[in-house]
Each structure stands twice: as structure tokens, then as C-alpha cells.
């Protein structure tokens, strides 16, 4: 600790001429840093300790200013001090500020809550405490019943953690003696060592499973050996969140006492919370029409199934911190009986406190937060009513899509963040270029607590008002409305306020209920719109107006910059708070004038609005809205955030597979936000590839460690034999080719209306030139469009809007068959082959060579006429998708085949850790002599165990007198000089053949310059074939193909097993799923002939299986989804009817645990 003459981040400075000095200035430290896997403690007090002129000569807010002093640690040196924290004092006659470590860190939270362990279900004993808790009734009521029993089953295990299972670590500690104790008493007794190996493995892996739950890190999955890890995340975490003074009011003294900032946590809350003197009766009745119908009432108001129930549960994130009862979702997926009094408030309505009960925990907004505002309350609702919420919530998604206008993207199926963002910067673009006398204005509301300010009575106004009706309005009257919160503060609760409005961040419920409400802002602003009272800013020559864009409580209002239309938006905003109890921030809130507005102009609406000018700086939902010259300097952002998060203490604590999980779940994505919405500069994307380079390898400017492997090998795709990982550069023009198909097939929602306007006007995407005014991401979208057509074909309807000229329009192929007759025929569209949605045989081999004549027959047409449309041949559904568009931009062929040894080992059910380690065994990356004699040209290459053969993998752990010992002594007893094996791929397909054998792959191995040891799990599973007793024919169907000719069979048995009937067909599809499929629908037809019942069909294509029991039939292949239109009739007509497919007994023999 002390001065680091460095910043760990640009942000940490102020008023430099050029904030990019800092990072040279500070490279030695940085890179020090994350050389040594330092964490930085934090600090508290002012954020800059130091200051360059502190005499009056300089202005302050000229000063130049930075956090150069500051306390790091190793991860170890944390664990001991988890809550040590440095304070910044008062600087008195030096330019830095004294600082000081305290390793108390103030106090922890006592009177802690009790929460269900995931570690305790390991235990045995845990099932019968619970079992034993819950086995009584304890009252008649279904709700008191489970409360009752909750609060039996949480004193229960609290005892008996106490009494009987006690801390983990001890279990560790306990397990590591015995087995210390065992080894030094009885060195012979093999089994009593095993068996007290076993306990501290298991020891251990509770210990993992605990500070797992405790970290909430959801990427990465407990038996990798991670408890360092998870205990360095928690203790992280815990001090970011943790507590330890606040200011008052503003230039307040700084308050340390507990309870005092308990006292002003809840005052704020009581004054946040507090009813607003509102009136929501005031809405006009035309503002909202009934747009439920009465079907979809009828919908709403009915009780939920226990199916729904369940599902409800199973969509919550298991891992999720729980409510005051203590018990997460995990508990009740696996326990009791949580259907019964779910149903019960349904039947009855009504919800207790103790069902409805919450905690709010504290999360800071910024990384310095100094007052209550700084804070965001996070509700932590009990998972019993949470399932009840979600139930709700499920059922009022389903018709967001209706109810809610295009202006409005959050939370509605179908809509998303990038689509608004895209939209919000390309009206600023637009904005930053228009010239002329007629200005426009856009307004960037900043929203203060605006779901804490909700007003109840607004809310359930605003359903009714859109046709909700009882009892579903009562349901959500029942949860809203809560009668007692609790401040959880430091993991203590430290008081509670009853509040009276407000929608609680952490209900499942609340964000549905708030963009409902806030419709009553963007109906008003259209109404006003239609009235001619607003104009918006007009896009394109059609003038599409847009006049505000919403996500959740991001607002953008646009509008022409003139007095008369500033007075009507505030107009509007007072209404709508005035309604809701919403308050808006102009202070914080921000305006934009296009060049033809005079400073006159804009300076008067300015005051009179009480907003500042929008900053270059500013952005939003997350990404910058200006661009400037220097793209370098805009994107820095991205690397800064990837390097935040590919920190170098996390390396060291990360196994491979850990690291891979990381690199892939949270480097990736946040480049991937960015990468879908901009086009990323290349320096950046090299930037960003070099911090993940840098992560997985643990390199750094000073140290490069030795790779085995190329990094462009690690980025191809897992079947291909890399890792998965992606090249940023790649990945961003993935991501725009993504925009330029919903180009292609979007033209209902508000962001296709945008882009027509502003680019196409009515011109072909695919024929549309560039222009220099363009936007980077329109430039960059139609770049991509000589990738974007390798994949693209018409899906055939009616064939009335495909050319049989200029458009591909045949699968496969040349995708764009040439007619071998002249164009004067007349003849240029595909409906002119097509004659009663069948191919029209004489005339296309007429007007095409044969073997393009075969290849059009081939495609499947419709049952009924539909339009044609754009269809995506790199993927079976023909639907776009990032992973193919990836490949194809890198260049990757994604023909493999199934049984390949990527994807045996990469299916096969064992843990990332093993799955990693054979990948290296297959990759050839392990560092064996034989490969470090190839780099540096070492001549002594020979095993060190025997000395006689060369040190590769396949001697190292299968032909070496020491591995075979191994192999002979485990519970196989295998001999290896018994089987002819000259590589890898042999020894997979021998054990992939025998099932027995299979279970080798979940093997442990140690490498500490060569050989460990070998510990082996127990076998897997294998599946069997289940018959049911009412059957009366079972089917056999297969499918034959050659060069020339396919052909499919059915054999028909009865309840004897003798043969009922067999019969062939001939098949002309050309793709095997499709064949597969259409001898299943041959099968259907021939039981109908046949006139057979309660028929049970085999088949041995999983694929096929899977296709058939679809829901969706759009998600499948375009060449099947005719056919298994045509099978489901078929079937339907059967005298036994279609199974449902979660019923569906459409068998497939079992598999190897390697896949097939």
C-alpha cells in the first residue's frame, strides 16, 4: 500500500489534457497488477488522493486530480482480512492524502438470517429433517399450513446444522486428519485410506458448493476445485456491497454507527415510499381502449394448472438469493408441497404477510457511493410468493405484445434493447446531420426511483381501463400491495418502513406491471401527436414521425424545437406524474438542438424546460449516442470492461475449464453487446482478442508463457477441435449480418419503419448503394452483404414473388439453377411451375437440366398456398442464426460427422474438468517431451517412467509400463497389450463400441510432468427401451439409401410378436432427415390402410424423433416441415389418434453415453 505513482483505470483521473497519459503513466502498475493477481481493497472517503497545485493560484475545478495511493493485496492475504478496507483522510500539507488500512473493516452483521445450504442436500440426513418437518398438518388453511411448515423445516435444519453437520470447514479440517492419521497407522489397509480419500473429496466439494452459493457466480459449475475461487468472489462481492458509512445530506459529515445509517436508510425509505398526492381518475376515458378480449379475459381468470406451477418454479434461477424465509428456489423444485397453496390463493385471493413478506437489500449504483440516493433497493421476496408472481407475470407477457405501443421495447416478446438502441442513434445521426430552419429537439428524461414511485391505484386504474377484469386484477391488487419491508443492512435486518406505493425491483411481476403503466406516457404523447399538437422528428421523405422512444424508464422524447411543442411535453409529463406519482429530474435530464436552431432559441426552451445541453459523453442503455473522429478513443470502453472482468487474480484461481467458461460466458458477451449494435474498430477487436489471449495463457508484457497451441486453433468451434472462442472482429460482422436478415424480414415493428425511411425508401436491400452520410453501422451492415447471400435462398410458397431469373431459390446446389430456355418464353416466375401447390414435372424438366430438374422437385411444397420468403440454408430451420454466420465468415466448412471425436468427447456426460483434459489429450496441447523437443530441439525425448519409447500422450497414459500397471489394477483389469491401438481415435472408438468401457472417459489425471493418478467414477447409466401394456402393433421402419435411390421399409408386429404386415416405398427426397420422416408418414398412411390401433412406432433417427415431437414446426428443417405437416395428419386420422408429444412413444433404441 502507498503511493503507486498509477491509476488501475482512466476513470480514477480528472482534468488531464489527454486521459490516455494516464494509462502510460500507470503501465508499469498495471501490469504489475495483474502479473501478480493483486485485488484492490477499496476505499472510503474522498474518491482522488491526490492533486497537482493546491495553492489558490489554481482554479479547483481545473485541478488536475487522481486516485494514486491505494491498498493491494494477494487473494490469500483477503481471505484472512475479508473485510479490511483503506480510508483516505484529510490532506494538510502535502498533495496526497494520507491513507489508512483498517482490517476490522467496521462491524459484521449479526442476528443473521437462516438460509437453506446447497451443501446440506448432500447429506443424507438432510432429506429426513426436511421429511420429518413437513410431515404433519399443521393447520386446515393450505397457506397458514405452509407457513407453518416452512417455518418448521428452516428451525429444523438450523439445529441440526449446529448439533449434527456443523461447519464445513471443520468437516475439511477433520477429513484431512483422518486421512493423515489413516496413512501413517495402517499404510497397508488399502481400503480404510480409500475410504477416507472419499470423505475428503466429498468434505471438499461441500466446501465448493458452499462458497459457489455464497459468490452467485452462475458461469461457472462447483467440481472444478474452485473453493479459492468462490471464496475470493463472495468475499469481493461482500465488500462492494458491504455498508460502512454514508453522508446524510449533501456536504454532510460522513456517519459510521450502524444504526444511524440504519436510521437514515429507513427514513429515506419511509419519505420514498410515502403516497403522493396523486389522481389517476383524471385519465381520459379515450386513452386507453378494452383491448383484452373477452376470451383472453376468460384466460387470465382461470386457476393454474399444477404444469403451469411447476414451470413457474423451474424458470426461476436456482442459485437466486432467497427471500426472509431462507429457503431458494432449489429447495422447492426438489420439495413438498408448494402446488397447494399457490392454488389456494388463486381460489381465494388472498396473500399474508408472512407469504408476502421482503427484504431489501442495498446494491450501490456507482463504485463510489456516498449517500442513501446512491443506492438501488433490491426487494428479496420469499420464493413462495415469487411462484405465484411468476405465474402472473407468465400470463400477462403473453399479451404485451397487444397491449404495448411499438415506442416501447422492454420486456415484450419480440422487442429488445439493441433494436431501440439502434434506433436512438440513428435518429441522433440523423439529428447531428440535418440542416435547414426548421430545428428539432430531442429530451433524455432522467426518471427519479421510478418504480419506487409507482402509484398502486394508477396501476390497477390502467388495467382496467385496457380490459382487465376481477379476479385478475385483484391477484395483482393482492401482490403489490405489501404491508412491511424490511432493510436487510450488512446481512442484518436493521429496520422496516411500510410502504405505500412502489413496485419492488426483484418481483417477477414488476416489470410487466410498469411498462403497462408508463403506456399511459406514450398514449398520451401519440394522442397529442395524432392531434397535431406534437410533430416528432420527421425521418425520410415519406416523414415517418417519431416522437419517443421507451425502455422501461429510459425515455427519449423528440420533438420540433419550438416553444409551443416544449410547452406541451411538459404538458404531458406533469399529467402523467401527476397520475402516477413519477417525478422526473430536469436537473439530470439533458436536451439536443439540430444545427437550425439559434442559440436564442435553444437557450430560451433550455430555461424554460430547466435542462442543460446533452453531453458528448452521454449514452444510452449502455452505449455512447455520438461518435466522434477518433473511433479509437469512443471504443476504449469495451476493452476496459473486459479487462475488468478478465482480472489476473481470477487466472490464478482458475482451473483451464474455469477460464474457458469466462472467457466464453463474460468476456465475450460484453464485446458482443457492442459488437451487435457498432462496428467495431479493428485495433479495438485486436485489443479485446489480446486480454482474452493474455487471460487464458497468463501472459504479460514482461512474461509470455509458453503455447502449446495457436489461439486461431482455440477459436474455432468445439466439433472442429478448437474451444469455441471468437474472434471479435469475426463476431462483429456476424452480428451485422444478423441485422441485415431482419433487414430482409422484419417489416412490422417501429425499427424496420425506421430503417425504410431513413435508407431503403422503397428501394431492394440487397441492391441498395452506400452512401458517405451513412451511418458507421448502415455502412457496416451493408458490407456484410456478400457474406450475408452465401447463405440466403427463397423458401418456395406460391412462388409468386421469386424469379426464377435473379433469385436463389433451390436449396442445394448452385442455390440459382440457370434455365436452359430463352427469356422471351415469358416465363420469370417460380408460380408458373407450380400448379395446385404441386411441381408442374413436364414443364421443369422442360425448362431445366436434369440435374437441376431434380433438385426442384425435391423441394417440398406447402399444403396451402403462403408467400414466399427468405430462408437460411447453414441452418436446418432455415432461421438465421450468430454461430452459422460465424463460421461462414471464418470461413469454416460445418459438414462434420456425428461420430466424430469432437463431438464424443464434448457430449459425453462427464465435467467440463475431464472434457478439458481430453480435448488437450486429442488437441496434441499437453507439453510432452516429445513436442518440447520439436520447439526447442531437445534431443533426450524418452519416457521418464520407462525410458524405452518416446513421451507422447498415447505412451504416456495407455502403452507405458507404468500406465498399464494402472489400467491393470483398476476395476476393469485391463490388459493394454491386448488391444491393437495406434492412436487416440482408436482407443474412442473401442470404448464408444463397448458400453462397459465407456465410463473410462470420467477419469482424473493429474499432470505434474508426467504421470498421476488415475481415480474413476462410478459406471454411467445406460438408457432402455420402455414398452407399455396396452399395445396391439408395434412398427419397425427403416430407410435405405444409395447413389441412385433411396427406399423405405415398415414391418408391422402384433401382440404375439408375429408379423402383420410388410411393406416398401420408394423415396425422392434428397435429404436423409426428410426420408427418415416421409417412411414415418409411409408408416402413418399404411396403419390407416391397414385400419390398426394403439400402433407404437421405432424408429432408430433421434433426429427424426425430435423433429416429429416438435411443437414449433417452423423451427425445423424447411425441407421436413411439409412432411411432418402431412405424418401429423396422417396420424391424426389414426382410430388411436396423435400422442401429444410430451406423451409421444415414438422409440429410439438406447445409445452410448458417447452419443451416436
Given at each position: 500500500?502507498?503511493?503507486?505513482?498509477?491509476?488501475?483505470?482512466?476513470?480514477?483521473?480528472?482534468?488531464?489534457?489527454?486521459?490516455?497519459?494516464?494509462?502510460?503513466?500507470?503501465?508499469?502498475?498495471?501490469?504489475?497488477?495483474?502479473?501478480?493477481?493483486?485485488?484492490?481493497?477499496?476505499?472510503?472517503?474522498?474518491?482522488?488522493?491526490?492533486?497537482?497545485?493546491?495553492?489558490?493560484?489554481?482554479?479547483?475545478?481545473?485541478?488536475?486530480?487522481?486516485?494514486?495511493?491505494?491498498?493491494?493485496?494477494?487473494?490469500?492475504?483477503?481471505?484472512?482480512?475479508?473485510?479490511?478496507?483503506?480510508?483516505?483522510?484529510?490532506?494538510?500539507?502535502?498533495?496526497?492524502?494520507?491513507?489508512?488500512?483498517?482490517?476490522?473493516?467496521?462491524?459484521?452483521?449479526?442476528?443473521?438470517?437462516?438460509?437453506?445450504?446447497?451443501?446440506?442436500?448432500?447429506?443424507?440426513?438432510?432429506?429426513?429433517?426436511?421429511?420429518?418437518?413437513?410431515?404433519?398438518?399443521?393447520?386446515?388453511?393450505?397457506?397458514?399450513?405452509?407457513?407453518?411448515?416452512?417455518?418448521?423445516?428452516?428451525?429444523?435444519?438450523?439445529?441440526?446444522?449446529?448439533?449434527?453437520?456443523?461447519?464445513?470447514?471443520?468437516?475439511?479440517?477433520?477429513?484431512?486428519?483422518?486421512?493423515?492419521?489413516?496413512?501413517?497407522?495402517?499404510?497397508?489397509?488399502?481400503?480404510?485410506?480409500?475410504?477416507?480419500?472419499?470423505?475428503?473429496?466429498?468434505?471438499?466439494?461441500?466446501?465448493?458448493?458452499?462458497?459457489?452459493?455464497?459468490?452467485?457466480?452462475?458461469?461457472?459449475?462447483?467440481?472444478?476445485?474452485?473453493?479459492?475461487?468462490?471464496?475470493?468472489?463472495?468475499?469481493?462481492?461482500?465488500?462492494?456491497?458491504?455498508?460502512?458509512?454514508?453522508?446524510?445530506?449533501?456536504?454532510?459529515?460522513?456517519?459510521?454507527?450502524?444504526?444511524?445509517?440504519?436510521?437514515?436508510?429507513?427514513?429515506?425509505?419511509?419519505?420514498?415510499?410515502?403516497?403522493?398526492?396523486?389522481?389517476?381518475?383524471?385519465?381520459?376515458?379515450?386513452?386507453?381502449?378494452?383491448?383484452?378480449?373477452?376470451?383472453?379475459?376468460?384466460?387470465?381468470?382461470?386457476?393454474?394448472?399444477?404444469?403451469?406451477?411447476?414451470?413457474?418454479?423451474?424458470?426461476?434461477?436456482?442459485?437466486?438469493?432467497?427471500?426472509?424465509?431462507?429457503?431458494?428456489?432449489?429447495?422447492?423444485?426438489?420439495?413438498?408441497?408448494?402446488?397447494?397453496?399457490?392454488?389456494?390463493?388463486?381460489?381465494?385471493?388472498?396473500?399474508?404477510?408472512?407469504?408476502?413478506?421482503?427484504?431489501?437489500?442495498?446494491?450501490?449504483?456507482?463504485?463510489t457511493p456516498a449517500y442513501t440516493k446512491d443506492y438501488r433497493p433490491i426487494a428479496l421476496c420469499n420464493v413462495a410468493y415469487k411462484v405465484i408472481s411468476k405465474v402472473i407475470a407468465s400470463r400477462l407477457r403473453e399479451l404485451l405484445q397487444k397491449l404495448v405501443s411499438l415506442n416501447h421495447a422492454a420486456f415484450v416478446r419480440g422487442r429488445c434493447i439493441?433494436?431501440?438502441?439502434?434506433?436512438?442513434?440513428?435518429?441522433?445521426?440523423?439529428?447531428?446531420?440535418?440542416?435547414?430552419?426548421?430545428?428539432?429537439?430531442?429530451?433524455?428524461?432522467?426518471?427519479?426511483?421510478?418504480?419506487?414511485?409507482?402509484?398502486?391505484?394508477?396501476?390497477?386504474?390502467?388495467?382496467?381501463?385496457?380490459?382487465?377484469?376481477?379476479?385478475?386484477?385483484?391477484?395483482?391488487?393482492?401482490?403489490?400491495?405489501?404491508?412491511?419491508?424490511?432493510?436487510?443492512?450488512?446481512?442484518?435486518?436493521?429496520?422496516?418502513?411500510?410502504?405505500?406505493?412502489?413496485?419492488?425491483?426483484?418481483?417477477?411481476?414488476?416489470?410487466?406491471?410498469?411498462?403497462?403503466?408508463?403506456?399511459?406516457?406514450?398514449?398520451?404523447?401519440?394522442?397529442?401527436?395524432?392531434?397535431?399538437?406534437?410533430?416528432?422528428?420527421?425521418?425520410?421523405?415519406?416523414?415517418?414521425?417519431?416522437?419517443?422512444?421507451?425502455?422501461?424508464?429510459?425515455?427519449?422524447?423528440?420533438?420540433?424545437?419550438?416553444?409551443?411543442?416544449?410547452?406541451?411535453?411538459?404538458?404531458?409529463?406533469?399529467?402523467?406524474?401527476?397520475?402516477?406519482?413519477?417525478?422526473?429530474?430536469?436537473?439530470?435530464?439533458?436536451?439536443?438542438?439540430?444545427?437550425?436552431?439559434?442559440?436564442?432559441?435553444?437557450?430560451?426552451?433550455?430555461?424554460?424546460?430547466?435542462?442543460?445541453?446533452?453531453?458528448?459523453?452521454?449514452?444510452?442503455?449502455?452505449?455512447?449516442?455520438?461518435?466522434?473522429?477518433?473511433?479509437?478513443?469512443?471504443?476504449?470502453?469495451?476493452?476496459?470492461?473486459?479487462?475488468?472482468?478478465?482480472?489476473?487474480?481470477?487466472?490464478?484461481?482458475?482451473?483451464?475449464?474455469?477460464?474457458?467458461?469466462?472467457?466464453?460466458?463474460?468476456?465475450?458477451?460484453?464485446?458482443?453487446?457492442?459488437?451487435?449494435?457498432?462496428?467495431?474498430?479493428?485495433?479495438?477487436?485486436?485489443?479485446?482478442?489480446?486480454?482474452?489471449?493474455?487471460?487464458?495463457?497468463?501472459?504479460?508484457?514482461?512474461?509470455?508463457?509458453?503455447?502449446?497451441?495457436?489461439?486461431?486453433?482455440?477459436?474455432?468451434?468445439?466439433?472442429?477441435?478448437?474451444?469455441?472462442?471468437?474472434?471479435?472482429?469475426?463476431?462483429?460482422?456476424?452480428?451485422?449480418?444478423?441485422?441485415?436478415?431482419?433487414?430482409?424480414?422484419?417489416?412490422?415493428?417501429?425499427?424496420?419503419?425506421?430503417?425504410?425511411?431513413?435508407?431503403?425508401?422503397?428501394?431492394?436491400?440487397?441492391?441498395?448503394?452506400?452512401?458517405?452520410?451513412?451511418?458507421?453501422?448502415?455502412?457496416?451492415?451493408?458490407?456484410?452483404?456478400?457474406?450475408?447471400?452465401?447463405?440466403?435462398?427463397?423458401?418456395?410458397?406460391?412462388?409468386?414473388?421469386?424469379?426464377?431469373?435473379?433469385?436463389?431459390?433451390?436449396?442445394?446446389?448452385?442455390?440459382?439453377?440457370?434455365?436452359?430456355?430463352?427469356?422471351?418464353?415469358?416465363?420469370?416466375?417460380?408460380?408458373?411451375?407450380?400448379?395446385?401447390?404441386?411441381?408442374?414435372?413436364?414443364?421443369?424438366?422442360?425448362?431445366?437440366?436434369s440435374d437441376d430438374a431434380s433438385r426442384i422437385l425435391n423441394i417440398t411444397l406447402p399444403m396451402h398456398p403462403i408467400a414466399d420468403s427468405w430462408m437460411w440454408t447453414l441452418e436446418p430451420n432455415g432461421k438465421f442464426s450468430i454461430k452459422s454466420a460465424y463460421r461462414l465468415v471464418r470461413n469454416m466448412d460445418d459438414a462434420h460427422n456425428l461420430n466424430?471425436?469432437?463431438?464424443?468427447?464434448?457430449?459425453?456426460?462427464?465435467?467440463?474438468?475431464?472434457?478439458?483434459?481430453?480435448?488437450?489429450?486429442?488437441?496434441?496441447?499437453?507439453?510432452?517431451?516429445?513436442?518440447?523437443?520439436?520447439?526447442?530441439?531437445?534431443?533426450?525425448?524418452?519416457?521418464?517412467?520407462?525410458?524405452?519409447?518416446?513421451?507422447?500422450?498415447?505412451?504416456?497414459?495407455?502403452?507405458?509400463?507404468?500406465?498399464?500397471?494402472?489400467?491393470?489394477?483398476?476395476?476393469?483389469?485391463?490388459?493394454?497389450?491386448?488391444?491393437?491401438?495406434?492412436?487416440?481415435?482408436?482407443?474412442?472408438?473401442?470404448?464408444?463400441?463397448?458400453?462397459?468401457?465407456?465410463?473410462?472417459?470420467?477419469?482424473?489425471?493429474?499432470?505434474?510432468?508426467?504421470?498421476?493418478?488415475?481415480?474413476?467414477?462410478?459406471?454411467?447409466?445406460?438408457?432402455?427401451?420402455?414398452?407399455?401394456?396396452?399395445?396391439?402393433?408395434?412398427?419397425?421402419?427403416?430407410?435405405?439409401?444409395?447413389?441412385?435411390?433411396?427406399?423405405?421399409?415398415?414391418?408391422?408386429?402384433?401382440?404375439?410378436?408375429?408379423?402383420?404386415?410388410?411393406?416398401?416405398?420408394?423415396?425422392?427426397?434428397?435429404?436423409?432427415?426428410?426420408?427418415?420422416?416421409?417412411?414415418?408418414?409411409?408408416?402413418?398412411?399404411?396403419?390407416?390402410?391397414?385400419?390398426?390401433?394403439?400402433?407404437?412406432?421405432?424408429?432408430?433417427?433421434?433426429?427424426?424423433?425430435?423433429?416429429?415431437?416438435?411443437?414449433?414446426?417452423?423451427?425445423?428443417?424447411?425441407?421436413?416441415?411439409?412432411?411432418?405437416?402431412?405424418?401429423?395428419?396422417?396420424?391424426?386420422?389414426?382410430?388411436?389418434?396423435?400422442?401429444?408429444?410430451?406423451?409421444?412413444?415414438?422409440?429410439?433404441?438406447?445409445?452410448?453415453?458417447?452419443?451416436?
Amino acid at each position: 500500500m502507498g503511493d503507486m505513482n498509477g491509476t488501475l483505470h482512466d476513470r480514477e483521473c480528472i482534468n488531464y489534457t489527454n486521459p490516455g497519459n494516464s494509462s502510460r503513466y500507470a503501465f508499469d502498475f498495471r501490469r504489475m497488477v495483474n502479473r501478480a493477481g493483486l485485488i484492490d481493497l477499496g476505499f472510503l472517503g474522498p474518491v482522488y488522493t491526490w492533486a497537482k497545485g493546491t495553492t489558490t493560484a489554481f482554479r479547483a475545478s481545473a485541478m488536475k486530480r487522481a486516485r494514486l495511493d491505494r491498498g493491494m493485496a494477494t487473494t490469500d492475504w483477503r481471505v484472512l482480512f475479508p473485510n479490511a478496507v483503506i480510508h483516505h483522510l484529510s490532506a494538510t500539507c502535502s498533495d496526497h492524502r494520507p491513507i489508512l488500512l483498517d482490517t476490522t473493516g467496521g462491524v459484521s452483521g449479526r442476528n443473521r438470517l437462516v438460509k437453506y445450504e446447497n451443501m446440506w442436500a448432500r447429506d443424507p440426513r438432510c432429506f429426513w429433517v426436511v421429511k420429518e418437518a413437513w410431515a404433519n398438518r399443521l393447520h386446515l388453511n393450505p397457506m397458514i399450513n405452509f407457513h407453518r411448515k416452512v417455518q418448521a423445516t428452516c428451525r429444523k435444519l438450523s439445529l441440526w446444522n449446529k448439533n449434527q453437520f456443523k461447519k464445513v470447514s471443520q468437516q475439511v479440517h477433520n477429513a484431512t486428519a483422518t486421512l493423515e492419521s489413516t496413512e501413517k497407522r495402517t499404510p497397508s489397509n488399502w481400503y480404510a485410506i480409500q475410504e477416507a480419500k472419499n470423505n475428503l473429496n466429498e468434505a471438499l466439494l461441500r466446501e465448493e458448493i458452499h462458497w459457489k452459493q455464497k459468490s452467485r457466480v452462475q458461469w461457472l459449475h462447483e467440481g472444478d476445485k474452485c473453493s479459492k475461487f468462490f471464496m475470493a468472489s463472495t468475499i469481493v462481492r461482500r465488500r462492494r456491497n458491504f455498508i460502512q458509512c454514508i453522508k446524510g445530506s449533501e456536504g454532510g459529515d460522513w456517519i459510521r454507527n450502524q444504526t444511524e445509517i440504519a436510521h437514515c436508510f429507513i427514513q429515506n425509505f419511509k419519505d420514498l415510499f410515502k403516497k403522493a398526492d396523486t389522481s389517476p381518475s383524471e385519465i381520459p376515458q379515450d386513452l386507453f381502449e378494452k383491448d383484452i378480449s373477452t376470451q383472453e379475459s376468460e384466460d387470465l381468470n382461470t386457476l393454474p394448472s399444477e404444469e403451469e406451477i411447476y414451470a413457474a418454479i423451474k424458470d426461476m434461477g436456482q442459485d437466486k438469493a432467497p427471500g426472509p424465509d431462507g429457503l431458494p428456489p432449489s429447495f422447492y423444485s426438489h420439495h413438498w408441497d408448494t402446488v397447494k397453496h399457490v392454488s389456494y390463493f388463486f381460489q381465494q385471493g388472498d396473500l399474508p404477510q408472512y407469504i408476502n413478506d421482503t427484504t431489501i437489500v442495498l446494491v450501490p449504483k456507482r463504485d463510489t457511493p456516498a449517500y442513501t440516493k446512491d443506492y438501488r433497493p433490491i426487494a428479496l421476496c420469499n420464493v413462495a410468493y415469487k411462484v405465484i408472481s411468476k405465474v402472473i407475470a407468465s400470463r400477462l407477457r403473453e399479451l404485451l405484445q397487444k397491449l404495448v405501443s411499438l415506442n416501447h421495447a422492454a420486456f415484450v416478446r419480440g422487442r429488445c434493447i439493441s433494436k431501440n438502441t439502434m434506433m436512438a442513434r440513428e435518429i441522433v445521426h440523423s439529428m447531428k446531420k440535418k440542416r435547414g430552419s426548421k430545428g428539432f429537439m430531442m429530451i433524455k428524461l432522467d426518471m427519479e426511483k421510478a418504480y419506487d414511485k409507482m402509484d398502486w391505484d394508477f396501476i390497477i386504474l390502467v388495467l382496467l381501463r385496457l380490459g382487465f377484469t376481477a379476479p385478475f386484477t385483484d391477484w395483482v391488487k393482492a401482490c403489490i400491495r405489501v404491508k412491511e419491508i424490511r432493510l436487510l443492512l450488512n446481512g442484518s435486518i436493521a429496520g422496516k418502513f411500510k410502504p405505500e406505493r412502489g413496485l419492488r425491483q426483484g418481483d417477477p411481476l414488476s416489470p410487466a406491471l410498469f411498462i403497462l403503466a408508463a403506456e399511459a406516457l406514450s398514449r398520451l404523447l401519440t394522442l397529442e401527436e395524432d392531434r397535431g399538437r406534437l410533430k416528432g422528428f420527421q425521418l425520410g421523405r415519406n416523414n415517418l414521425s417519431i416522437s419517443h422512444l421507451m425502455f422501461a424508464d429510459d425515455i427519449m422524447l423528440f420533438g420540433q424545437a419550438t416553444m409551443k411543442e416544449a410547452k406541451v411535453i411538459v404538458e404531458c409529463l406533469t399529467k402523467y406524474c401527476k397520475w402516477s406519482g413519477q417525478s422526473i429530474n430536469f436537473q439530470k435530464s439533458s436536451i439536443l438542438f439540430t444545427r437550425g436552431v439559434s442559440r436564442s432559441k435553444s437557450r430560451a426552451i433550455s430555461q424554460f424546460l430547466g435542462m442543460k445541453k446533452i453531453p458528448n459523453n452521454a449514452s444510452y442503455l449502455g452505449l455512447p449516442l455520438f461518435t466522434s473522429a477518433n473511433r479509437i478513443k469512443d471504443n476504449q470502453y469495451v476493452v476496459d470492461k473486459v479487462l475488468q472482468r478478465v482480472q489476473g487474480w481470477k487466472a490464478k484461481l482458475l482451473s483451464s475449464a474455469g477460464k474457458m467458461c469466462l472467457i466464453k460466458s463474460v468476456g465475450s458477451v460484453i464485446s458482443n453487446y457492442v459488437a451487435s449494435l457498432d462496428v467495431i474498430p479493428i485495433t479495438i477487436a485486436n485489443k479485446v482478442d489480446k486480454a482474452l489471449q493474455d487471460f487464458w495463457w497468463g501472459d504479460s508484457i514482461e512474461k509470455r508463457t509458453l503455447h502449446s497451441i495457436a489461439w486461431d486453433v482455440l477459436c474455432r468451434p468445439k466439433v472442429c477441435g478448437g474451444l469455441g472462442f471468437r474472434s471479435t472482429k469475426a463476431t462483429n460482422k456476424a452480428f451485422l449480418m444478423k441485422w441485415a436478415w431482419k433487414i430482409m424480414g422484419d417489416n412490422s415493428s417501429l425499427w424496420s419503419q425506421v430503417v425504410e425511411a431513413k435508407y431503403l425508401k422503397n428501394q431492394s436491400f440487397l441492391d441498395i448503394d452506400s452512401n458517405s452520410s451513412d451511418s458507421l453501422l448502415w455502412k457496416g451492415i451493408l458490407k456484410v452483404r456478400d457474406h450475408l447471400s452465401k447463405g440466403l435462398c427463397r423458401k418456395i410458397g406460391d412462388g409468386k414473388s421469386t424469379s426464377i431469373w435473379f433469385h436463389p431459390w433451390v436449396p442445394k446446389g448452385t442455390l440459382q439453377p440457370q434455365p436452359c430456355q430463352d427469356a422471351s418464353a415469358n416465363i420469370s416466375l417460380v408460380s408458373n411451375f407450380i400448379v395446385r401447390n404441386h411441381w408442374d414435372e413436364d414443364r421443369v424438366k422442360h425448362w431445366f437440366h436434369s440435374d437441376d430438374a431434380s433438385r426442384i422437385l425435391n423441394i417440398t411444397l406447402p399444403m396451402h398456398p403462403i408467400a414466399d420468403s427468405w430462408m437460411w440454408t447453414l441452418e436446418p430451420n432455415g432461421k438465421f442464426s450468430i454461430k452459422s454466420a460465424y463460421r461462414l465468415v471464418r470461413n469454416m466448412d460445418d459438414a462434420h460427422n456425428l461420430n466424430s471425436k469432437w463431438r464424443m468427447i464434448w457430449g459425453a456426460k462427464i465435467h467440463n474438468r475431464m472434457k478439458m483434459f481430453w480435448w488437450k489429450i486429442l488437441a496434441n496441447y499437453l507439453l510432452t517431451r516429445s513436442k518440447l523437443s520439436l520447439i526447442f530441439r531437445v534431443n533426450d525425448s524418452s519416457c521418464p517412467f520407462c525410458g524405452t519409447s518416446e513421451e507422447e500422450s498415447l505412451h504416456l497414459f495407455w502403452s507405458c509400463q507404468h500406465a498399464r500397471a494402472i489400467w491393470f489394477g483398476s476395476i476393469w483389469h485391463l490388459k493394454t497389450d491386448e488391444y491393437s491401438i495406434s492412436n487416440w481415435e482408436d482407443w474412442l472408438m473401442l470404448f464408444k463400441e463397448d458400453t462397459r468401457r465407456s465410463t473410462c472417459l470420467n477419469f482424473n489425471v493429474f499432470l505434474e510432468g508426467g504421470l498421476g493418478r488415475f481415480f474413476f467414477t462410478t459406471r454411467l447409466p445406460t438408457s432402455s427401451l420402455w414398452l407399455p401394456h396396452w399395445m396391439d402393433h408395434l412398427s419397425n421402419l427403416d430407410v435405405a439409401i444409395t447413389d441412385n435411390i433411396s427406399a423405405g421399409a415398415v414391418i408391422f408386429y402384433n401382440e404375439a410378436g408375429s408379423i402383420s404386415s410388410i411393406s416398401t416405398v420408394k423415396l425422392n427426397y434428397c435429404d436423409p432427415l426428410a426420408e427418415e420422416i416421409a417412411a414415418l408418414c409411409f408408416g402413418a398412411e399404411e396403419a390407416n390402410r391397414l385400419h390398426f390401433r394403439n400402433v407404437i412406432f421405432q424408429n432408430d433417427s433421434k433426429n427424426a424423433i425430435a423433429a416429429i415431437s416438435s411443437m414449433d414446426i417452423k423451427a425445423l428443417h424447411h425441407n421436413v416441415q411439409a412432411i411432418v405437416q402431412k405424418l401429423k395428419l396422417s396420424a391424426s386420422s389414426l382410430l388411436g389418434g396423435f400422442v401429444d408429444p410430451s406423451e409421444a412413444q415414438w422409440c429410439c433404441p438406447p445409445c452410448g453415453s458417447l452419443g451416436s
